[in-house]
C-alpha cells in the first residue's frame, strides 16, 4: 500500500475536507466493453447521451463521511448509499460527472472537475470533484475516492468580479462612443472657421464658443466615468429622481450643436415639468444617442424627432419617432447587440443602439422598436421606453 493511499484513509473519519467512497468496478467493466464499440470515448458519449445515465447507475457510493453530509445538509448516511444516478437528478450533475468518466476512461487514475449542486435544503451550491483510484484498485476499481471541494463563496466573489469588469468595459464603451461624436463635433465647427465659410468675427466667436462647449461635454463625460469607475458603480449606484424636460433639452441642445448645419427639427411635447424619472447621471446619454441615430440614419433633408411621454402608477411610457430610414422587423431582434450590423452599416460604431438599452436596464426599465407606421417600416421608427418615474 502506497503513502498516498495510507493518507487517504487516514483522511476520511473526522476529516475537515468532504469524501466520499465509490465502487467503480461495474463501470470499469462497462468502460472496458465499450473499447469494442468505438474508441473515442467522448465522441460515443456525445452521440450516446443515455449512455452517461448508465454510467452514473454503476457507480455505487458506499460510505460517506460526516463533512460531506455536513457540505450537502443531508442527516441520514443512508441516504447517500447506492448508485450515484439516483442523486443526479437535476440535469446540470451530469456534466461534471461524464467529464471524470471519460479521464478514468481514457486511463487516469485521478479526474478533477467542477460542477455544481442542490443540497438537501435546496441551497445552490458549487463544488470540485477530485475522484482518486488507489493504486491498490487500479486494476479493478473496486474502489475510488472522491474529495469534493466547496467553491460557493469563490464563485460568487468571481461573480462580483466578472460584474464589475463587465461595467468597466460599458463605461469605456461610453467613452469611446460619445467622445467620437465630441470630437467630431468640435472638428466640424473648426472646420467651417478653417475653410473660410464664415468671415465675420461674430460668427466666428459662435462657431469657437459652440466647439468649446464640445469640449466641455466631453470633459464632463470623461469626469462622470472617471467617477463611475472608481466607486465600481455595478454594486454601489443609486437611482434618485432627475427632470425628464431637462434632460430631453439637454439631449436636443446636444444634437443641434453636433449638426448646426443640417435641417433638424426636435419637438418635445407633453412633457410635464415635474415628470421625474428614477435614474442617474449617464441618462442623459440614453437620450443623446437616441437622437443622434435619428439623425444618422436619416436620408431626408429636413430631419424629424418628436418626444411624448405619459405616465401612470409610477411609471413613466416615453416615445421617441422619427422620419428616418426605418428599420426591418427582422433587425431588430439584434439592434440592441453590442456592434450590431445595422448600426455597423450606417454611419454608426454599433454601440449607440447598445449603450441605450444597457442603460435602460440599469434603470430597470424597458426598451422596444416598432415602426412609426404600421404598414411601411421604411417611413421612420418609433422607439419605446419605460422607466420608473415620480412626479410632485
Known sequence: MSDLDINFRDLFKGSPLSIWKEDLSDLKKY????????????????????????????????????????????????????????????????????????????????????????????????????????????????????????????????????????????????????????????????????????????????????????????????ENVSVLMKTQISKEFVLHPIELITVLIKAKEFLMNLYPNQEIVVSIENIPNNLMILADSLVEYLFINLFTNAVKHNQNEFKQIIVTSSQDDGVCSIKITDNARGIPPKMRKDIFTRYSEFQKNGKGSGLGMFISKTLVDRYDGQISIESRYPDDFSKGTQINIILKCISD
Not at 39 to 50: G, H, W
Not at 173 to 185: E, F, G, K
Request: one cysteine or more.
Open 31 to 222: 468502460l472496458d466493453s465499450l473499447k469494442n464499440k468505438t474508441d473515442n470515448i467522448r465522441k460515443y458519449f456525445d452521440e450516446n447521451p443515455s449512455e452517461v445515465m448508465k454510467c452514473a447507475q454503476l457507480v455505487k457510493v458506499f460510505d460517506v463521511n460526516e463533512s460531506m453530509m455536513e457540505l450537502i445538509e443531508e442527516e441520514s448516511k443512508n441516504e447517500l448509499l447506492g448508485p450515484l444516478l439516483k442523486h443526479m437528478g437535476l440535469p446540470f450533475q451530469v456534466p461534471p460527472f461524464k467529464e471524470a468518466v471519460i479521464d478514468l476512461a481514457e486511463g487516469n487514475l485521478q479526474s478533477f472537475v467542477e460542477g455544481y449542486t442542490l443540497t438537501k435544503k435546496g441551497k445552490l451550491i458549487y463544488l470540485k470533484y477530485l475522484t482518486y483510484i488507489p493504486e491498490k484498485f487500479a486494476s479493478t476499481w473496486g474502489e475510488a475516492w472522491v474529495l469534493v471541494f466547496d467553491l460557493t463563496e469563490y464563485k460568487a466573489k468571481e461573480s462580483i468580479l466578472d460584474e464589475k469588469v463587465s461595467t468597466n468595459e460599458f463605461l469605456i464603451d461610453i467613452v469611446t462612443h460619445d467622445l467620437r461624436n465630441y470630437i467630431a463635433q468640435c472638428q466640424g465647427y473648426i472646420d467651417i472657421i478653417l475653410v473660410g465659410k464664415v468671415n465675420q468675427h461674430e460668427h466666428v466667436l459662435n462657431y469657437l464658443s459652440k466647439a468649446k462647449k464640445g469640449i466641455q461635454q466631453a470633459t464632463k463625460l470623461l
